[in-house]
């Protein structure tokens, strides 16, 4: 065969090879849309990740049942806990009441056994006394007291003995009259007199204490000094 070469260099045109393919092979069965085969494998992306999140979620859920339930124990727990403590402090506060009252009695235990002491401290020679009694309430005890005395001297002496007692205060004469007291068939001028005064609760630092494990040695009937 003759060839011609009609270029004007003279020289030959080299053949063309052929350009490699940059299609992915596709397997036998699958269809060749490019489009089909995207679709197809963000399906199944996600199908894989609903699976996942199913798995994980229902391993989340459980954990959060059990905890949840742990919850509820304890919450339980607490309660019985708070309703004891709640209990506690019901019976502490009645207590805390009882003691009060306990304390307010006893605090009012010696007051009479205070007053009737002092007095008898105070009282002088040739006085003596006919009634005590109560004339005010508790709060500022006030009691009056009717006697008689053969002199003068010895009712003044007895005012200020009073006036000097911690437990007494406010000593008051009310009245004073001369009267005929008539004793062993003798008839003599004294002064029938009644007086005020007003139970003091002295200072704590200035009463003298006594233990109760020494208290026998006062008597029965006489209560230690300073109670």
Do not use: C
């Amino acid at each position: 065969m003759i060839e011609v070469n009609l270029l004007p260099s003279g020289k030959r045109r080299a053949a063309r090879r052929p350009r490699p393919s940059r299609k992915l092979p596709i397997p036998a069965g699958l269809p060749k849309d490019p489009w089909v085969l995207v679709s197809s494998a963000v399906v199944l992306v996600l199908v894989a990740l609903a699976g996942y999140l199913y798995f994980t979620t229902g391993s989340r859920m459980g954990d959060l049942t059990v905890e949840i339930q742990k919850a509820a124990s304890d919450s339980a727990r607490y309660a019985d806990i708070i309703e004891k403590n709640s209990a506690l402090l019901a019976r502490r506060d009645s207590i805390a009441q009882r003691v009060a009252i306990i304390q307010e009695i006893d605090g009012d235990r010696y007051v009479w056994p205070h007053i009737l002491d002092e007095v008898a401290r105070a009282l002088p020679d040739y006085l003596w006394l006919t009634n005590l009694f109560q004339v005010s309430p508790r709060e500022e005890l006030r009691f009056r007291i009717h006697g008689r005395a053969g002199s003068n001297t010895a009712l003044t002496q007895f005012m200020y003995n009073l006036e000097s007692s911690l437990f007494i205060r406010n000593v008051n004469l009310i009245s004073t009259e001369q009267v005929v007291e008539t004793a062993d068939q003798l008839s003599r001028v004294v002064h029938s007199f009644q007086l005020e005064a007003v139970f003091n609760r002295p200072p704590l630092e200035l009463l003298e204490t006594v233990p109760l494990f020494d208290a026998p040695q006062w008597g029965p009937s006489m209560p230690p000094s300073g109670q």
